[in-house]
Every structure is written in structure tokens, then in C-alpha cells.
């Protein structure tokens, strides 16, 4: 069982920074991808980017590439997402979920199906 708490959403005005962070239980198996989420309403839940818990290994939508970084904090059990360069239509709630299914493709990883964990979401709305 693995347990994820968002916090760090926001209002912010377009080409604004934040940072999200995720803490995960203290079972959480360093062979997890811990990934970051986005729901906008009317709008299906897309990845956004995705580290590997026990080697760092990261990977990024394309929408977010260069804008976004993900890193985690294994002394403090958490996974950040760094947002920079933030835009309008980045506006959405933001979830972290994990997933400890084997062998994940890049498209996998930004995918929800293998995810069986979830956090509660934290908002983040981009005004311009």
C-alpha cells in the first residue's frame, strides 16, 4: 500500500513558478514510478512527468518538456514538480500516483492505466 499527499497548488499569473510536492509512505519500494498528473475540467487526465523512486530516472511530456522538472527528496519521502515558465494551459488539478508494474514504457509511465495509487489532487490555476 502506497500513500501520496499533494500539496504546494496555486494561483498564479502566466509565466509564474511553483512547486508541487508529493509525500509518499514510508513503505513506498524505491521500484516505483511516481508520477505527476493534470486534470482540466472537460479534459481527460494527461502524465505530465514521471521519476523512478530508486534511480532518478525521469521522464517528461512533451508539453512540458524544458518548462517542468520532477526530482525527489528520499530523506523526506517526496517528489517535487518544479514549474516554471507556467501557462494558462497549464491550469488544472494536479495528482501524484505510483506504480511498482515492471518494465514501463516512456508512454506507460505518462499513461494512467498502470497506476494503482492516486493522492488527492492540489490545484493549480494559471491566470494571463
Known amino acids: 500500500q502506497v500513500q501520496l499527499v499533494e500539496s504546494g497548488g496555486d494561483s498564479v499569473q502566466a509565466g509564474g513558478s511553483l512547486r508541487l510536492s508529493c509525500v509518499t509512505s514510508a513503505s513506498t519500494d524505491g521500484r516505483t514510478w511516481i508520477t505527476w498528473f493534470r486534470q482540466a475540467p472537460g479534459k481527460e487526465r494527461e502524465g505530465v512527468a514521471g521519476?523512478?523512486?530508486?534511480?532518478?530516472?525521469?521522464v517528461y511530456a512533451d508539453s512540458v518538456e524544458g518548462r517542468f522538472t520532477i526530482s525527489r527528496d528520499k530523506s523526506k519521502n517526496t517528489i517535487y514538480l518544479e514549474m516554471n515558465t507556467l501557462k494558462p494551459e497549464d491550469t488544472a488539478t494536479y495528482y501524484c500516483?505510483?506504480?511498482?508494474?515492471?518494465?514501463?514504457?516512456?508512454?506507460?509511465?505518462?499513461?494512467?492505466?498502470?497506476?494503482?495509487?492516486w493522492g488527492q489532487g492540489t490545484q493549480v490555476t494559471v491566470s494571463s
Open positions: 500516483a505510483a506504480s511498482s508494474r515492471p518494465g514501463l514504457t516512456r508512454g506507460q509511465v505518462l499513461a494512467q492505466d498502470d497506476y494503482a495509487y
Open positions: 521519476i523512478y523512486y530508486a534511480n532518478g530516472k525521469t
